[in-house]
């Protein structure tokens, strides 16, 4: 399983609407990243997510840890925030 780190900017253009004094990462940007990050490691892209769990927020600046189990053409992941499970998913990769 691989491991990578990311942070989401406080100045990321998303969170200005999302929510207005207490920003929150949106789920679709942290789906980004792991998009972003299979590319990057595999070179393979997300052909649709099956199913995926938000389970707490991320905050700007937080860092986070996204963990890919790449097994053929399925994709598990989790997303981590110093040590507790965030996100959650599978997805099917082309």
Known sequence: MHHDDFRIPATHPCLAG???G??????????DEVAATLQ?????RIAGF???????????????????E?????????????DALIASGEASTA
Do not use: C, M, W, Y
């Open 18 to 20: 999302h929510f207005p």
């Open 70 to 82: 790449l097994t053929g053409e399925r994709l598990r992941f989790r997303v981590l925030r110093d």
């Open 40 to 44: 990057r490691r595999h070179g393979r």
């Open 22 to 31: 207490n920003p929150v990462v949106p789920g679709v940007v942290v789906l």
């Open 50 to 68: 099956s199913q995926v769990k938000f389970i707490a927020p991320l905050l700007p600046e937080q860092i986070a840890v996204l963990q890919l």
